[in-house]
């Protein structure tokens, strides 16, 4: 009965248990390494860290910010033993770089060694180094089938070191692969200056995402996986102070320094400062006055080693500009190192703002730590912001055009203002109109106009066609931001043909070249009608009847005359 209900209820319950669980593991994404038996197991999250060959390396740069190259300036490429030797004639990117455990270097705070196996030491001055480490880690083999140009995709990684209290981030992390398959990375720290000569040891953190691509490793699906790990790393070849180094033999006095190392400058931190890397007014790149905009500015810490505190910001707006909604001191707690924040400031430009480019000051205070001490650091900067009146200029429609005959002038009158607020510059207009008018001065130049400013202008039209013409006065002008802009005023002119004189007609038209032949009447007396030989009969009567009354009137003036001297002579003889 026993052996029964273990058949029946017990066994099929561990069956059922077992298929759901098999389910449940189906369903888990699983990484695949193409069978390679030295890969890592997933869900390792430490990296072996193995040191490769000549690395680490350092770059030493000046104070004007060039690099300082020991290899090319002491030949070491062509000296046997060195470790530079370039015997293969080749130029790897190895030997470009100092090996910051070559035992012919050493270094203090400010100033670089090297001694040439047979030649005297010589020293450079330096303010910043390039430091570059290079691991390979050891857990993880990458597949026969991974390229070298894919792992760039495969992986991403970051790291930093932490240097007594300094933490540096480091500039690039790049990764290849080995001649075994191994991963490895090679970290980047760029123009840094924490050889302080306090601390002659540091900490490399290094962490990389493993992101699965199913081209390189065959996986069904894309997952992520961090490894992490660090190193401490001395400086064994580094001397801390010069000066107090100890004899190599106890019995021997201390050697005098150097002379490169007498009254040497102590060389402070660089000063952090903070400026605003971009601005924007919302995507416009003029305000118009009257209107509000949004300010957008993203303020940046220059500093790629020193953390700023206690930010306080001061805007300072100009004449025709103000703050809305706000105040114009805003507090920031801290800002990292070459870190950046965003701040939207609201403003509006006054309706009486004149047309020009109006400046914003911004003023950053703040605190920072370096060489030991608090210090507070001070930075203004100015932006400009383009600022336009509306523009208001407009002309009146031409008027009062009469209609012309082909020949005559026509007088064109044409009336403008300014009612915007600000100076228009550079006034000009221009009479368009068809080839067969003619215009004596088609541009006019008015110069400036001020606010309110008003004026005519008047041009004289000549038609050679008949006909009903589109005519068009253009403005041109400037605003105060030396936009151009333009204007134009349409217009319609008719030229007539002139009339034409018929014979029969009193106001006829005479040919060119003829002259008007008229009778005593005033007619006009046709050139093609027959000449008459001698006088007509009217003539001749007209004739006799002017000879009759001369000779009547000649007659009436004697006989009056005789008359009167009879008379006074019987006057005479009575005396």
């Known amino acids: 009965m026993k052996k029964e209900f273990l058949m029946k209820r017990v066994i099929p319950l561990v069956l059922a248990l077992l298929m759901v669980g098999g389910t449940l593991l189906t369903l888990l994404p699983?990484?695949?390494?193409?069978a390679d038996p030295n890969a890592r197991p997933q869900g390792s999250a430490s990296i072996n860290m193995v040191?490769?060959?000549?690395?680490?390396?350092?770059?030493?740069?000046?104070?004007?910010?060039?690099?300082?190259?020991?290899?090319?300036?002491?030949?070491?490429?062509?000296?046997?033993?060195?470790?530079?030797?370039?015997?293969?004639?080749?130029?790897?990117?190895?030997?470009?770089?100092?090996?910051?455990?070559?035992?012919?270097?050493?270094?203090?705070?400010?100033?670089v060694y090297y001694k040439k196996d047979g030649s005297a030491e010589k020293s450079w001055n330096f303010s910043k180094v390039d430091l570059i480490f290079a691991y390979a880690d050891h857990d993880y083999k990458l597949g026969d089938n991974v390229s070298p140009d894919s792992l760039s995709k495969m992986f991403d990684g970051v790291a930093y070191l932490h240097y007594g209290d300094i933490r540096i981030e480091a500039d690039e992390v790049r990764f290849m692969k080995s001649r075994k398959s191994r991963l490895i990375s090679e970290i980047r720290f760029n123009k840094v200056?924490?050889?302080?000569?306090?601390?002659?040891?540091?900490?490399?953190?290094?962490?990389?995402?493993?992101?699965?691509?199913?081209?390189?490793?065959?996986?069904?699906?894309?997952?992520s996986i961090m490894h992490k790990g660090n190193i401490e790393y001395t400086f064994t070849r580094m001397m801390l102070d010069r000066k107090n180094e100890a004899p190599s033999d106890p019995e021997d006095p201390p050697k005098p320094p150097p002379e490169d190392d007498k009254d040497e400058p102590v060389i402070k931190s660089a000063t952090p400062y903070i400026i605003v890397d971009e601005y924007s007014i919302g995507g416009n790149?003029?305000?118009?006055?009257?209107?509000?905009?949004?300010?957008?500015?993203?303020?940046?810490?220059?500093?790629?080693?020193?953390?700023?505190?206690?930010?306080?910001?001061?805007?300072?707006?100009?004449?025709?500009?103000q703050l809305t909604n706000s105040s114009n001191t805003f507090y920031i707690k801290s800002l990292g190192r070459g870190s950046s924040f965003d701040k939207e400031l609201r403003i509006s430009a006054l309706p009486n703002a004149e047309a020009k480019s109006h400046t914003i000051t911004l003023t950053f205070s703040y605190e920072y730590i370096a060489d030991d001490?608090?210090?507070?650091?001070?930075?203004?900067?100015?932006?400009?912001?383009?600022?336009i009146q509306q523009d208001r200029f407009s002309a009146d429609p031409v008027s009062g055009v009469s209609e012309a005959t082909v020949g005559e002038e026509v007088d064109i009158v044409a009336k403008y203002i300014n009612k915007s607020r600000g100076e228009l510059f550079n006034l000009t207009a221009t009479m368009e109109c068809d080839d067969s008018i003619r215009c004596d001065e088609k541009i006019q130049h008015k110069g400036n106009i001020v606010p309110g400013g008003s004026?005519?202008?008047?041009?004289?039209?000549?038609?050679?066609?008949?006909?009903?013409?589109e005519c068009s006065i253009l403005y041109t002008y400037e605003d105060a931001l030396a936009n151009t802009k333009q204007l134009r005023i349409p217009f319609e002119?008719?030229?007539?043909?002139?009339?034409?004189?018929?014979?029969?007609?009193?106001?006829?038209?005479?040919?060119?070249?003829?002259?008007?032949?008229?009778?005593?009447?005033?007619?006009?007396?046709?050139?093609?009608?027959?000449?008459?030989?001698?006088?007509?009969?009217?003539?001749?009567?007209?004739?006799?009847?002017?000879?009759?009354?001369?000779?009547?009137?000649a007659a009436v003036i004697i006989i009056k005359k005789r008359k009167a001297a009879h008379e006074f002579e019987d006057d005479d003889e009575n005396i």
């Open 30 to 34: 699983v990484k695949s390494y193409a």
């Open 51 to 111: 040191p490769i060959t000549n690395y680490p390396q350092v770059v030493f740069y000046d104070h004007e910010g060039n690099a300082i190259d020991i290899i090319k300036e002491l030949d070491l490429a062509s000296d046997a033993n060195s470790p530079y030797y370039n015997k293969d004639g080749s130029d790897p990117s190895a030997l470009t770089n100092i090996l910051l455990e070559d035992k012919n270097l050493r270094y203090t705070k400010n100033t």
């Open 193 to 223: 200056d924490f050889f302080d000569g306090e601390h002659n040891k540091m900490t490399l953190y290094l962490q990389y995402l493993e992101n699965s691509n199913p081209s390189d490793q065959g996986a069904d699906t894309a997952v």
């Open 285 to 321: 790149q003029q305000v118009r006055a009257g209107d509000s905009f949004t300010l957008n500015l993203n303020c940046m810490n220059t500093h790629k080693r020193i953390p700023l505190e206690n930010i306080i910001l001061k805007v300072a707006t100009s004449d025709g500009l």
């Open 373 to 387: 001490a608090r210090q507070k650091g001070e930075m203004s900067q100015e932006i400009t912001i383009p600022v």
């Open 455 to 469: 004026g005519d202008l008047e041009f004289t039209l000549t038609g050679s066609t008949a006909g009903t013409y």
């Open 493 to 553: 002119v008719t030229f007539v043909e002139a009339p034409v004189m018929e014979w029969d007609d009193p106001m006829m038209d005479i040919p060119a070249g003829n002259e008007m032949m008229l009778d005593e009447n005033g007619n006009p007396i046709d050139p093609n009608a027959p000449v008459q030989q001698g006088m007509s009969k009217q003539q001749i009567a007209a004739i006799s009847v002017g000879a009759a009354l001369l000779i009547l009137i």
